[in-house]
């Protein structure tokens, strides 16, 4: 038979409404007490009653989280952070989806799914700044990425233009001046593409390098094929690069694929550095160097601000926060030649 509340409570020693207190993530428990519940509630394998949980507290201890695709790793990474930083808190997460449509993250807002829930980590691509009114509700949100700023809500972003600076960096000090950056949005101004494209011409610029617009390659999506495509163009197009940036991971390793092909060995003839640090990027042939922008942090992060709106009672903030979260380069093989 399934684990009751009372079984929690007796085999942790402490009252049933200690349980629920843990169980709906109160303050104003020890903090071994609520070590000793959770570890008693693992032993059990109790799962809440949502729906009653519900009707007491008028919580559901179900959270979303609203992504823009799960195909790309980064996306699916994010989601397995995010369902481990809740299940810290006992609570549940439920995921939508949008393919990036703006009409369907607007959409997502008023959504009967998402109303079953006490709150959103809502990640936007398809909407811009100009959205922004659309997440004036009346339930917490926690707006991520970098395509709505300055909004009504808490936002938890990386910083992407010292990122991007950084990863430019590591290949000038590689000795690399022809630096082809792979991911380009046309007429960007707010967004991932333009932030990152914002770093690579300011490290260009700090080394004295001008920004040649035959390096700089447009994609619409970030995947593999379009990483792959866009450096069979520059081949094609007889432009000579020592060098590639792709704005994420499944860029830089479509570029490793499509110079491969090529016959160019990697970093010898052309360093790639990516960005996301998504898992696949250490075993890759060479492994990739990339940027590790802050994922388990901005995890960490939104499910604890989101916790926060709840526990005040949800609602639009009157004082909405803009956390910046920090970054990590990492060196692995296929940026810098050997000697």
């Known amino acids: 038979m399934a684990a009751t509340l009372h079984d929690v409570a007796n085999l942790a020693g402490v009252s049933i409404k200690t349980v629920s207190n843990v169980v709906n993530d109160y303050p104003h428990v020890k903090e071994s007490t609520r070590t000793r519940v959770r570890q008693a509630i693992d032993e059990l394998n109790y799962q809440p009653n949502l729906s009653a949980r519900s009707l007491r507290s008028g919580r559901s201890g179900v959270i979303g989280l609203v992504l823009p695709e799960l195909s790309l790793s980064y996306f699916g ?148 094929s379009n990483g792959a495509a866009a450096i069979r163009d520059l081949l094609n197009d007889g432009v000579e690069f020592d060098a590639v940036f792709g704005l994420n991971d499944a860029l830089a390793l479509g570029a490793m694929r499509a110079l491969q092909e090529a016959g160019l060995r990697i970093p010898d003839d052309v360093s790639v550095v990516g960005f996301d640090d998504i898992d696949e990027a250490q075993y890759t042939l060479p492994s990739l160097s990339t940027i590790n922008p802050g994922r388990e942090q901005i995890a960490a992060l939104a499910v604890e601000l989101l916790l926060t709106r709840i526990r005040d009672g949800g609602g639009r903030p009157s004082d909405p926060r803009e956390v910046l979260v920090d970054f990590e380069v990492v060196v692995r093989e296929s940026a810098v030649p050997s000697d």
Do not use: C
């Not at 807002?109 to 398809?126: H, V």
């Not at 593409?193 to 080394?207: C, D, I, K």
């Open 77 to 224: 990474e994010l989601a397995d952070a995010v369902i481990a930083e809740a299940e810290k808190h006992g609570l549940v997460v439920l995921i939508e989806k949008t393919g990036a449509d703006r009409d369907r993250e607007i959409a997502v807002l008023t959504s009967p799914r998402m109303q079953l829930t006490d709150g959103l980590i809502f990640s936007p691509l398809g909407m811009g700044q100009a959205d922004a009114q659309h997440f004036e509700v009346d339930f917490p949100v926690v707006l991520l990425g970098e395509r709505i700023f300055g909004g009504p809500v808490d936002h938890v972003t990386m910083r992407n233009v010292e990122a991007a600076q950084a990863a430019t960096e590591l290949l000038l000090k590689a000795g690399r001046r022809r630096i082809a950056l792979v991911g380009a949005h046309v007429d960007e101004d707010v967004g991932s593409a333009a932030l990152r494209t914002q770093g690579y011409e300011q490290a260009l610029a700090a080394a004295g390098i001008e920004v040649d617009p035959s390096l700089v390659r447009y994609t619409t999506l970030w995947h593999r």
